[in-house]
């Protein structure tokens, strides 16, 4: 990175400065609000021990006064059922009590409203000897306390966003014109490359592959040049989605990664393994088997071409069924099932003029076109290809492959991948037949 500021001659150690000093203020304030943060916290656990010994002052107060009052009811009720029982019949007395009761309790209400309202504070005070009144003075102060205390952190927050704001300021002030210089140019410089060099390209190609690769670095370097600069930034989203983009293009040539390789493997799913293709012949071999018995072959006893050629077929038509039972499960295990619903066995539904086997994808979608070659022999063992085989081979040999399918006899299954291109490049092709014409 630091290649970049000497290209222009500017010294870096303005970014490292303001970044210190911003960790340094930022400290220092949040220091001092955890501080008052704390302070409240305290503050607000006093204030509830203090209001709980009020409350528990007023219950007790509540409590007494209901006894009293209820003494004096009995009281009342007593001596006035003594004057009136000599006075009057007994239903009069009745019904007297009666109103004597309501009246009562109305007035004990509105008593212990007037007393609750006016002089409950004076009766606590007195009978608790001045603690009510010093409790709820403490309760009052101490919530006086925390609007302050509060307040203080809502100043120190806006003195932070202030002093940082400043700080940034000060030091967008020494690098604006620099910055501003350095990404009109970088913009400049992706821009030119782009259009030299990725622009309508072929994606294949191996200087493609370098200058994308070249293209990615030097993009992942502005990124974080992008992150420290503070007046201008260089836009760069549009090429890193191109450049995802291509990378996934590219799939295709990951391919080379595998040729050769005498294992259970596919070409853009490298985890499928060895017994899972084993599984796949399998069940393949399981639906031959409830197949009509008219439908299966026996081992002639003489050379019979037309079995072998059954024969042939029924090894081929296996090795078909495997590949697209392959192909499938990695399209659905990267959770592509829209694709995986959409391989074709070509062969098998449309005939065997196409060129190829089977039509499957890629994992953006592109289509992949399979040749599938299987053998009971080694898998080393030559194989035909067709003319119209190879033509379209050489038509579209960018997404064109031969999976070749050997069904060894100590129960081995071995898939071997050739792409187009290393079809090409690495093997040879033989003529073992001519087509024959009369001249008449």
């Not at 409590?63 to 007593?78: D, H, K």
């Amino acid at each position: 990175m630091n290649n970049f500021f000497e290209q222009f001659n500017f010294n870096p150690a303005i970014y490292q400065e303001y970044t210190a000093n911003k960790k340094k203020l930022v400290n220092i304030f949040n220091e001092r609000i955890d501080i008052a943060h704390n302070n409240v916290s305290q503050l607000k656990d006093k204030q509830e021990n203090e209001s709980n010994k009020l409350h528990r002052i007023e219950n007790l107060w509540e409590v007494v006064m209901f006894w009293l009052l209820f003494g004096l009811f009995v009281w009342f009720l007593v001596y006035i059922y003594k004057i009136i029982a000599k006075v009057t019949d007994e239903l009069g007395t009745v019904f007297f009590i009666i109103g004597c009761y309501v009246a009562f309790i109305f007035g004990a209400w509105f008593f212990t409203i007037t007393l609750d309202t006016f002089s409950t504070s004076l009766f606590l005070n007195i009978i608790t000897f001045g603690k009510y009144k010093k409790l709820k003075q403490s309760v009052s102060k101490i919530d006086s306390i925390i609007l302050e205390t509060e307040k203080d952190i809502k100043r120190l927050e806006q003195e932070k966003e202030e002093d940082l704001e400043k700080l940034k300021n000060n030091a967008k002030a020494q690098v604006a014109p620099f910055e501003k210089e350095f990404c009109d140019y970088y913009q400049q410089e992706l821009e030119d490359f782009y259009n030299t060099k990725l622009f309508r390209k072929r994606y294949d190609s191996e200087d493609f592959v370098n200058n994308l690769a070249t293209f990615k670095t030097l993009i992942e370097e502005l990124e974080k040049i992008n992150n420290i600069f503070l007046t201008q930034w260089i836009e760069l989203w549009e090429y890193s989605d191109y450049i995802r983009k291509r990378e996934e293009d590219l799939e295709i040539r990951e391919i080379r990664n595998v040729v050769n390789t005498n294992r259970i493997i596919n070409d853009t799913a490298k985890n499928i393994k060895v017994k899972k293709l084993h599984k796949f012949v399998e069940t393949i071999q399981k639906k031959r088997a409830d197949e009509p018995v008219e439908n299966r072959y026996k081992v002639p006893r003489k050379v019979d071409w037309q079995k072998i050629n059954i024969k042939n077929q029924q090894t081929g038509l296996k090795g078909e069924e495997i590949v697209m039972e392959l192909e499938k499960d990695f399209l659905q295990s990267i959770d592509r099932n829209d694709l995986a619903q959409n391989v074709r066995h070509v062969s098998a539904i449309d005939g065997d003029g196409a060129g190829y086997d089977i039509k499957s994808f890629f994992e953006n979608g592109a289509e992949k076109y399979i040749e599938v070659k299987s053998t009971t022999n080694s898998i080393e063992t030559q194989y035909f290809i067709s003319n119209n085989e190879l033509s379209f081979l050489h038509e579209n040999k960018d997404r064109y492959f031969i999976y070749r399918v050997s069904f060894g006899s100590d129960n081995e299954t071995i898939l071997q991948v050739i792409s187009g291109n290393d079809f090409l490049e690495d093997y040879t092709l033989n003529p073992v037949q001519y087509s024959v014409n009369s001249k008449i």
